[in-house]
């Protein structure tokens, strides 16, 4: 099976594909605490150093969790109208999962556990600690259903799933809630010559990682994702407020 992807062979020419696509995110943790930077960066070194050189290794900046996916930016670009469009569409079924009483509240923990390289994608999965974000999850799908809407879920069958009829684009996918808490690290502008090779390459490069735990407290951002996988710079306060429409804080 090819791991290369057409989109991160632009990203590793320094394309970042602005505009070319968009999609929405409600995400966590982004940026990262500096304690996750700093142990990244390192790793990511040593992923360079490890593993050919089709890998792409993810800057740190682009380093979140995503809660849930309302649209998925493949599906292609957006104009302002549009844009406009989704956030009027997507701020009030965000805003009823919040008032959820079920939503968590305050600072939640989750544990950046071992990298590990599961098929294209080199990932970090984390511990919820608290349950936090499978809490959140309960609340959007609620949310989502009440607003006409029905989100696919995990890897699951997508069949039966549909977005919501306020922001709803001809062949645009439904949104998607993850089954997973996890980060990306790795992916691939081109096919390795050995796929067993790489593997055990990060693996190699993976061994030395300690897990960090790490304390959410600015809640969620829903953010418009008009760079893929979400290369926007996150250390840009003008940056991040211009992607960012919604917060759970």
Not at 17 to 24: L, S
Not at 42 to 67: I, M, Q
Not at 136 to 153: E, F, Q
Not at 192 to 203: E, G, L, M, S, W
Request: charged share 20%; net charge negative; with cysteine.
């Amino acid at each position: 099976m090819s791991w290369a992807n057409p989109i991160v062979t632009r990203l590793a020419a320094s394309d970042l594909c602005v505009d070319d696509y968009c999609g929405g995110v409600l995400i966590c943790s982004w940026p990262m605490p500096t304690q996750v930077l700093e142990a990244y960066t390192a790793f990511a070194g040593r992923l360079k150093a490890e593993l050919p050189a089709e890998a792409y290794v993810y800057p740190a900046r682009t380093l979140h969790c995503t809660v849930l996916t309302l649209r998925a930016f493949t599906a292609g670009p957006l104009d302002a109208e549009a844009r406009q469009s989704l956030v009027a569409a997507w701020s009030p079924v965000l805003a009823a999962a919040r008032a959820d009483p079920a939503w968590p509240t305050g600072e939640f923990r989750l544990r950046m556990g071992a990298p590990t390289l599961e098929g294209a994608a080199g990932i970090f999965r984390y511990e919820d600690c608290d349950n936090a974000i499978e809490k959140m999850r309960v609340c959007l799908h609620a949310a989502i259903l009440a607003a006409g809407g029905r989100p696919a879920v995990g890897g699951g069958d997508r069949s039966q799933a549909k977005p919501i009829p306020s922001f709803s684009r001809p062949g645009d996918p439904a949104p998607h809630l993850p089954d997973i808490v996890h980060s990306t690290a790795v992916r691939w502008a081109g096919d390795p010559a050995d796929q067993d090779a790489a593997h055990a390459a990060f693996k190699r490069a993976a061994a030395a990682w300690e897990p960090i735990d790490i304390t959410v407290n600015k809640g969620c951002r829903a953010v418009l994702e008009s760079t893929p996988f979400m290369h926007m710079p996150s250390d840009d306060p003008e940056t991040t407020s211009k992607h960012a429409f919604w917060s759970s804080d």
